[in-house]
């Protein structure tokens, strides 16, 4: 070997080297508890619930009241001819009169509630196109929609409750002891009306009502520890 070349030497060295460990060793242990279990049994017991029960009753009270009636009647007169003679007589005639009332009573309506709103309506227009060059015979346009608001009157029909008046009339026949003229006789002559206010009895219903308390009672069965 030539004194230029170097030599190397890789010595062995010994390591020791420990590896972490658990050892881990096992006990039973025996452990005791007491556990006590409730017993139960079936037992009767009464449950109640109050109820109430209205009673009412409706009673009729006479009460006056005043009503306003229309009550026309036609006399009778007398038609006798020029110069007339005779004697009189009396006789009984049958004169109509008639009574009307008001009655007043409540009636459902038709009743429409209208509202005026405004709706949109729309069209189509050509628009000529200016800006576009054009040709001899050629006049370039565009479709635009051009849309207005117009008001329109839009209406619901609602059910309103109305008061009306309805006349019911009765008619009857009274007698009347009239004398005239053997030569004269008696005609009905004009209609008579008047408005009069008369009082009548009513008959008003009254309501009294009361609770009475029931008491509902029934057996059942309930879970009771022994």
């Known amino acids: 070997m030539s004194q230029n070349k170097i030599r190397l030497k890789e010595p062995d060295v010994l390591e020791t080297v420990y590896d972490r460990g658990v050892e881990?060793?096992?006990?039973?242990?025996?452990?005791?508890h007491l556990t006590y279990v409730t017993d139960y049994h079936s037992a009767p017991e009464e449950k109640c619930e109050?109820?109430?029960?209205?009673?009412?009753?409706?009673?009729?009270?006479?009460?006056p009241h005043t009503e306003k009636v229309k009550k026309c009647h036609t006399p009778f007169e007398k038609k006798c001819g020029?110069?007339?003679?005779?004697?009189d007589i009396c006789?009984?005639?049958?004169?109509?009169?008639?009574?009307?009332k008001y009655e007043e009573y409540?009636?459902?309506?038709?009743?429409?509630?209208?509202?005026v709103i405004e709706e949109e309506r729309c069209k189509t227009k050509d628009v000529e196109l200016l800006h576009i060059p054009q040709h001899p015979g050629d006049r370039p346009y565009a479709k635009k929609e051009v849309c207005e608001k117009w008001p329109v009157k839009k209406c619901d029909i609602v059910k309103v409750k109305s008061k009306k008046i309805h006349p019911k009339s009765d008619c009857k026949k009274v007698p009347r002891k009239v004398c005239h003229p053997t030569d004269c006789e008696m005609v009905p002559g004009k209609e008579i009306c008047y408005e009069d206010e008369v009082t009548k009895l009513q008959?008003?219903?009254?309501?009294?009502?009361?609770?009475?308390p029931h008491k509902d009672?029934?057996?059942?069965?309930?879970?009771?520890p022994r």
């Open 24 to 32: 881990c060793h096992h006990k039973l242990k025996k452990k005791c």
């Open 50 to 63: 109050t109820t109430f029960k209205k009673n009412c009753h409706i009673t009729f009270t006479q009460e």
């Open 82 to 87: 020029p110069g007339h003679k005779g004697k």
């Open 91 to 100: 006789k009984t005639i049958y004169e109509n009169v008639c009574e009307t």
């Open 106 to 115: 409540d009636l459902d309506e038709d009743k429409p509630v209208c509202k």
């Open 203 to 212: 008959a008003v219903p009254h309501e009294e009502c009361d609770l009475e």
């Open 217 to 224: 009672c029934k057996t059942e069965s309930t879970l009771v």
